[in-house]
């Protein structure tokens, strides 16, 4: 519990240090989110392909560090304002990423 | 320090709230109820807290929301469900996103909805 509540803590705020790094122009910002969520899904793969449940890290750091209610925000804007193969594109560019460096980790760790 | 201490403190309460609903909720059941109701709320919350303080919405939106959905779960269903059935694995995939970006839309619209009325 205390570990779920660390790891939340601390994986909200290096995702929130990606998003200084960028400019808050809306496609930097979907730079970032689409990098945190590669990056958490590369590590979880790693994690769970060597067999660690670590709550800390699984369900508090990487779980509070990638994000979906975001990347889903952004695409509904493109999709609003009639970008429709931004939003699109960044959506598909995101599951496609996430799953790839997912199975990478898990292989490469297993 | 105050943005980034909202952040952390929003993303603890998201993460305990999304380990809570994990225990509570049998299966893979729990990943869909965090991001398709996150999802709802972080659209609503994008119209509702675009007036208020930089450090509410970083609370609200950047940290509890944030954090109460999750991406690096639905990769790893993902890939698990892709190990038994190609088919299974881009339905899941195909409807959670859909699901989840309507929410979003319907959490926008209902938002915009009570700030014009």
């Known amino acids: 519990m205390i570990g779920i509540a660390m790891g939340g803590f601390l994986g909200a705020v290096t995702r929130y240090l990606f998003y200084l790094l960028v400019e808050s122009r809306s496609w930097q910002a979907k730079a970032a989110t689409w990098l945190v969520n590669s990056i958490g899904s590369l590590v979880l793969g790693a994690f769970v392909g060597s067999g660690s449940l670590s709550a800390f890290w699984i369900t508090g750091f990487l779980g509070a560090f990638t994000t979906f209610s975001t990347m889903a925000l952004d695409a509904v804007k493109d999709f609003e304002d009639g970008n429709w193969l931004q939003g699109g594109s960044y959506i598909l560019a995101t599951l496609a990423s996430g799953l790839l460096l997912f199975g990478l980790g898990y292989v490469l760790m297993q | ?117």
Request: include cysteine; aromatic fraction near 10%.
């Open chain 2, 1 to 117: 320090m105050k943005r980034i201490l909202a952040v952390g403190v929003g993303g603890m309460a998201g993460a305990l709230l999304r380990a809570g609903i994990y225990m509570a909720v049998a299966g893979g059941l729990g990943l869909w109820l965090v991001n398709i109701a996150g999802s709802f709320l972080i659209g609503v919350a994008a119209v509702r807290l675009a007036r208020k303080s930089a450090e509410l919405r970083l609370l609200v939106s950047t940290g509890l929301l944030g954090s109460f959905t999750t991406f690096s779960a639905f990769s790893a269903d993902w890939f698990h469900y892709l190990e038994s059935s190609v088919w299974v694995g881009l339905a899941f995939a195909g409807s959670m996103t859909v699901a989840c970006i309507a929410s979003a839309a319907t959490g926008l619209w209902i938002g915009r909805r009570g700030v014009a009325s």
